[in-house]
């Protein structure tokens, strides 16, 4: 079974530029998840989808952060613009529903802003 | 809110010895699950055990158990015979057990232990 797929893999912008990550889920798995991980310290959950529906996105900064999964199989996450504080690794984890436990993760990219 | 603290930044454990990671945590939920997940320097978070709430007995997988004190909450990783490949970071995770809302089965992360197994 392929596992999680995210590209980059490392990512080195300027800030006040856009970035953007792609993730695809193991096939099947309905919830998708979007992690931020700064160095030093776990993963905080950014973003949940359901198929193509967002389920919890209260910790994501709307302002400069979006993200989509349009057809409820690859997702996108979008920075623009990119501060330096958001200097971090993106996490992208699937789960086979919203309540399995085990989420299996992507090996994530690393963004360094500038 | 839910909370994990792992007081220990970092853990040296000498081959085929067994180490116990700490992990305590916090919430006004009843019902929570407690994980616990190992992040290699290649980056990918890999799942190693789970714990729920109302489990009565501890949780094990192969040489990773672990030792579930509701009381005093705590949820620590023991690894039994520690292996060169064991070196890594070790995050302890939480969720509610009940979905009440969005961000409910959410995962809280504490901020890691670096486990390095000395040959």
């Known amino acids: 079974e392929a596992g999680v797929a995210q590209s980059p893999r490392y990512k080195i912008i300027e800030k006040r530029q856009s970035v953007a990550f792609w993730c695809n889920p193991i096939s099947g798995h309905a919830t998708l998840y979007w992690y931020q991980q700064i160095l030093g310290q776990g993963p905080k959950l950014l973003i949940q989808?359901?198929?193509?529906?967002?389920?919890?996105d209260s910790q994501l900064p709307k302002d400069r952060f979006s993200a989509e999964r349009l057809k409820g199989v690859d997702s996108t996450l979008k920075i623009q613009p990119a501060k330096l504080e958001d200097s971090a690794v993106y996490l992208c984890a699937s789960s086979f529903t919203s309540d399995s436990y085990e989420q299996y993760f992507g090996p994530g990219t690393r963004l360094t802003v500038t | 809110a839910q909370k994990i603290t792992q007081t220990q930044p970092g853990m040296f454990v000498q081959e085929k010895e067994a180490v116990t990671l700490d992990c305590t945590y916090d919430t006004s939920d009843q019902s929570y699950g407690l994980f616990w997940y190992k992040q290699p320097s290649s980056g990918e978070m890999i799942f190693l055990i789970y714990q729920g709430s109302y489990d009565e007995q501890n949780a094990t997988e192969g040489r990773y158990s672990l030792n579930f004190q509701k009381a005093r909450k705590s949820a620590n990783l023991v690894i039994s015979a520690s292996q060169l490949g064991d070196s890594a970071m070790y995050f302890c995770?939480?969720?509610?057990?009940?979905?009440?809302?969005?961000?409910?089965?959410?995962?809280?992360f504490g901020k890691g232990t670096k486990l390095s197994v000395i040959p």
């Open positions: 989808f359901q198929n193509n529906g967002v389920v919890d």
């Open positions: 995770a939480m969720r509610g057990g009940a979905y009440s809302g969005a961000g409910s089965y959410q995962l809280t």
